[in-house]
């Protein structure tokens, strides 16, 4: 009997198990829609040790108007972090390079500088918290704060970044303020800036109406 127990105990210990090891990850199932508690499993048996590796946090090409590029890891290009709210990413800031202020509203975010000097920061309405990063520097960019960094030294900068949400997202002021269509006039009147200089900026993000309004 005692015997008939243990085995009985065994058993359901093996079930428990294998039960939590399905459910301990998630990986994404990138083909299905994401939702608001990220993406649908893929299922287990279709997981391999690839799904929890990502290659690719090699150096972007800093050949654009802002000398800088993000590289990613998060959910949509590293299906094993579905779930599990973290991320990584990769910054290559070019000398005279810079990242505009932006915000991840969803994620607080580190920077861990590893080559040149980068000077970062962000900014509350009474505060402004800023310093020239030297490699083995961390700065914690709290959720939701506005930061920026730019490459304040003499060569290209490099730094790797952590994020705490699978899918950090960003919203870039510039963007925001002069990257669609809502008439110069408005945004001239709402920023202060002068009309011509709205239009300046619309031409540089991509902003609708640089010639009509
Ligand atoms: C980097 O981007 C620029 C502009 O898009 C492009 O002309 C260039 O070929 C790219 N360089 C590499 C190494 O991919």
């Not at 048996?45 to 590796?53: L, P, Q, R, S």
């Not at 998060?74 to 070019?94: C, E, H, K, M, Q």
């Not at 810079?98 to 900014?123: C, Q």
Request: with cysteine; hydrophobic share 45%.
């Amino acid at each position: 009997m005692k015997k008939i127990t243990e085995i009985i105990f065994l058993l359901s210990l093996l079930s428990w198990t294998s039960y939590a090891a399905v459910n301990d990850f998630c990986v994404a199932d990138l083909k299905a829609p994401d939702g608001p508690s990220g993406y649908p499993c893929k299922p287990i048996n279709e997981v391999t040790a690839d799904d929890f590796v990502f290659s690719g946090l090699v150096e972007g090409n800093t050949t654009n108007p802002f000398n800088a590029a993000l590289t990613s890891a998060f959910v949509t290009d590293f299906p094993g972090l579905n779930s599990l709210g973290i991320s990584a990413g990769r910054l290559d800031i070019g000398k005279g390079g810079s990242i505009p202020m932006h915000t991840h509203p969803g994620a607080t975010e580190l920077l861990i500088l590893v080559e040149g000097e980068i000077t970062a920061g962000f900014m509350t309405p009474f505060h402004l918290y800023t310093k020239a990063l030297k490699p083995g520097d961390v700065i914690v960019f709290p959720q939701g704060q506005l930061h920026f960094q730019v490459n304040s030294g003499n060569e290209k900068a490099t730094a790797f970044l952590a994020f705490s949400s699978a899918n950090p997202g960003a919203q870039l002021l510039d963007l925001l303020l002069f990257g669609n269509s809502l008439p110069s006039e408005i945004i001239a009147e709402t920023t202060f800036l002068d009309v011509e200089q709205v239009k300046k900026l619309k031409a540089r993000f991509g902003g609708i109406g640089i010639v009509s309004s």
